[in-house]
């Protein structure tokens, strides 16, 4: 194969890209008048050669073999557009170039026409390499390359020459290799697919990605705990069961000894009044020791 298939058709999730057709001649009035930016080069300054490029102009690229241009089409409007261009089919490379209209910017429609049309061109072509080429300080464009699963190679230093100057260029790459394993990772609505996932967004409220991953709590193994209920209970002292601790019992002590001998106070007292009284009497009348028998006399 020297040369691009004549008409394709390339349906992604949002987007159909084809070739441009005279049925556009309006489209690209406007985006002419208003001075867009993002046709392929070669397009009319003016709307007086829109269907002379239409009709020629704009398919010579795919008739030489080098390349093709093609219009991206979002809800039946040119909103963008891609080539591929500088073919070597010998080499088995190309280059992939891209556009959006300034409206229709940041919808992330840069990207899924650049992933569709690197799947068409593994699909349908023997090429093994797609290359992309975007200046340095184009940080859209390097966010375009790096979404559509491209890996950035290197930079060649003032490699483009814009009106301010030379600008360095950064090169990016995909190999059919790197296309298989975005396609495993991410990977691009088939023909059709689309209507039933903008369904699912109907239904639910929610973006129709994919589900992310999550981890089922219910079904997986319970991670490993230490049971305090039926693991082995921690070694404890049990003062209920243990030996009494020795104490001294007051009140279950051994008997105690007789009683000692008490004095009883009051019989003393009386006894001592008793003498008393006799030793007053026997100081009063010379009598004898009141201590001893009255019957005894004095010595």
């Not at 369904?199 to 999550?214: D, H, K, M």
């Not at 069961?241 to 104490?247: I, Q």
Request: proline share 9%; aromatic share 4%.
């Amino acid at each position: 194969m020297t040369t691009f298939l004549p008409d394709p058709q390339i349906r992604t999730e949002r987007l159909t890209i084809r070739p441009f057709a005279s049925g556009d001649a309006d489209r690209i009035r406007a985006v002419i008048e208003a001075r867009h930016r993002f046709l392929p080069p070669g397009v009319p300054g003016h709307p007086s050669g829109i269907s002379r490029w239409l009709s020629h102009g704009v398919h010579e690229l795919r008739r030489s073999g080098q390349g093709v241009h093609l219009a991206v089409e979002a809800d039946g409007l040119v909103v963008g557009a891609v080539s591929l261009f500088k073919t070597l089919w010998g080499a088995g490379t190309t280059e992939i170039g891209y556009g959006v209209h300034p409206l229709y910017r940041g919808r992330g429609f840069a990207p899924e026409a650049v992933g569709g049309v690197v799947r068409w061109v593994f699909e349908t072509t023997g090429l093994h390499r797609i290359e992309l080429r975007a200046d340095v300080d184009n940080i859209a464009s390097l966010r375009v390359a790096e979404k559509a699963g491209f890996v950035r190679e290197g930079v060649l230093r003032a490699a483009e020459m814009a009106d301010d100057g030379p600008h360095d260029v950064v090169v990016f790459g995909m190999l059919r290799a790197d296309a298989a394993a975005t396609a495993r990772t991410r990977r691009v609505p088939a023909p059709g697919e689309a209507t039933a996932r903008t369904a699912r967004t109907a239904r639910t409220g929610r973006a129709a990605g994919p589900e992310p991953e999550r981890v089922d709590r219910s079904t997986g193994p319970e991670p490993e705990r230490t049971d305090r209920s039926t693991g082995p209970e921690p070694e404890r002292t049990d003062r209920s069961a243990g030996p009494e601790p020795e104490r001294t019992d007051r009140s279950a002590g051994p008997e105690p000894g007789p009683e000692p001998e008490r004095v009883d106070r009051n019989a003393r007292d009386r006894e001592r009044t008793v003498l008393d009284l006799f030793r007053e009497r026997g100081q009063r009348a010379g009598a004898c020791d009141p201590g001893l028998p009255t019957d005894h006399p004095p010595a």
